[in-house]
Nanobody, 120 residues
Framework: VQLQASGGGLVQARGSLRLSCAASGRTSGSYDMGWFRQAPGKEREFVAVISWSGGYTYYTDLVKGRFTISRDNAKNTMYLQMNSLKPEDTAVYYC??????????????WGQGTQVTVSS
């Protein structure tokens, strides 16, 4: 499975962005999918996960109420709608496919990352 993340960019605080993650290759598997992010000088952290069916979602408290994860299996694409962005959301965002856990997702496949920069 190959994952391609896109949609990052520069936005002002309180603005919005929508990230996309397109899957290709052997996509017939029932993978849960999720987003992680890594800010400069920090470890990569979990952001959100969505089950294969889309019926289960889970977010880190840092983005709950501001970000929404979704997927369109017909298009093999996952999304992350980010609203009310804050400067501390600045990071490289990575998408992943794997199996969800009680606290996130155990990623098996990873995308290349897309930069999100939020200015104050």
């Amino acid at each position: 499975v190959q994952l391609q993340a896109s949609g990052g960019g520069l936005v002002q605080a309180r603005g919005s962005l929508r990230l996309s993650c397109a899957a290709s290759g052997r996509t017939s598997g029932s993978y849960d999918m999720g987003w992680f992010r890594q800010a400069p000088g920090k470890e990569r952290e979990f952001v959100a996960v969505i089950s294969w069916s889309g019926g289960y979602t889970y977010y880190t408290d840092l983005v709950k109420g501001r970000f929404t994860i979704s997927r369109d299996n017909a298009k093999n694409t996952m999304y992350l709608q980010m609203n009310s962005l804050k400067p501390e959301d600045t990071a490289v965002y990575y998408c992943s496919a794997g199996a969800r856990t009680s606290t996130g997702i155990r990623g098996r496949y990873w995308g290349q990352g897309t930069q999100v920069t939020v200015s104050s």
